[in-house]
């Protein structure tokens, strides 16, 4: 295909160009895209017609949909990490690496480090396979390893750690129980970000309310990916209505039920 390119202070002509050309057309019958370069040559926009940029990002998500392990039928329920792990990226799957050492021995009666460079490749293949198949909590309670911040206020430098949380029914927002309440045990609704959003609950099921109350009030957050930067002065008053009436103690009537917010109008 011809390259048709622009530089940038001529980048209207280059869309005039496209829109009324009477040039030839590919093979597909779409018209020729203009390239427009920024003064260092590098190109900064493509404008190309809609049939080909469809093309393009059906074939692109065609390719993200292919690069998500999906489920297996003959596995038994339970926690499954590729799954259910909050992101189901490289840095909060379950590591495999602990895993080889046993292996080695196993396979080849070697420790890890005396493995040979198509060795280790193996193991590391087993490794992943073995937690690729690991299920968790049987018993159908829900408990799901998250990559975390720890919660005790005398840790002088804010660390992650893999901690154990219960399955909500929304996306992304867990629940963890602790022992720091003046009661006793209280219940916090954490972000699969690891990140705690609000604790105090005496109850599991009020928290698991609590949470679905969030969710619905404030729709547009990704809790997988969330922090404190996305909550708008609108959206802590929101997440506080909330709270106020999906209580620690229990849902008050005589608290208003809080109102979606929208992307839009979350400012």
Not at 5 to 10: E, G, I, P, T, Y
Not at 18 to 33: E, I, M, P, Q
Not at 49 to 78: F, I, V
Not at 158 to 163: C, K
Request: charged share 25%.
């Amino acid at each position: 295909m011809p390259q048709i390119s622009f530089s940038l202070d001529k980048a209207h002509q280059a869309l005039d160009e496209f829109l009324t050309g009477k040039d030839a057309v590919d093979s597909r019958g779409n018209r020729y895209s203009r390239s427009v370069y920024d003064e260092n040559d590098n190109r900064i926009a493509v404008i190309l017609s809609g049939d080909e940029y469809r093309t393009l990002a059906d074939g692109y998500d065609a390719w993200q949909t292919s690069q998500e392990p999906k489920d297996a039928a003959d596995l038994p329920p339970g926690y499954r990490p590729y799954v259910h792990s909050p992101n189901a990226s490289t840095d909060r799957l379950l590591p495999h690496q602990p895993l080889h050492a046993p292996l080695a021995h196993a396979i080849y009666g070697k420790k890890a480090d005396e493995l040979t460079e198509n060795e280790e490749v193996r193991v590391m293949g087993v490794a992943i396979a073995c937690l690729l198949r690991t299920t968790f909590d049987a018993d159908t309670q829900g408990a799901v390893p998250i990559l975390m911040f720890g919660h005790d206020g005398d840790d002088p430098e804010p660390r992650q750690f893999w901690q154990l949380a219960y399955k909500t029914d929304v996306d992304g927002l867990f629940l963890r129980a602790s022992n720091n309440g003046f009661f006793g045990e209280e219940w916090a609704i954490v972000t699969g970000s690891g990140w705690r959003l609000v604790s105090g609950w005496w109850a599991r099921d009020d928290a698991a309310r609590a949470a679905a109350a969030i969710a619905r009030v404030l729709p547009y957050i990704d809790w997988m990916d969330a922090d404190a930067d996305q909550f708008t002065d609108r959206s802590k008053a929101a997440l506080k209505a909330v709270v106020r009436r999906y209580h620690f103690t229990g849902v008050r009537e005589d608290q208003p039920e809080p109102e979606p917010i929208s992307a839009d109008t979350a400012a």
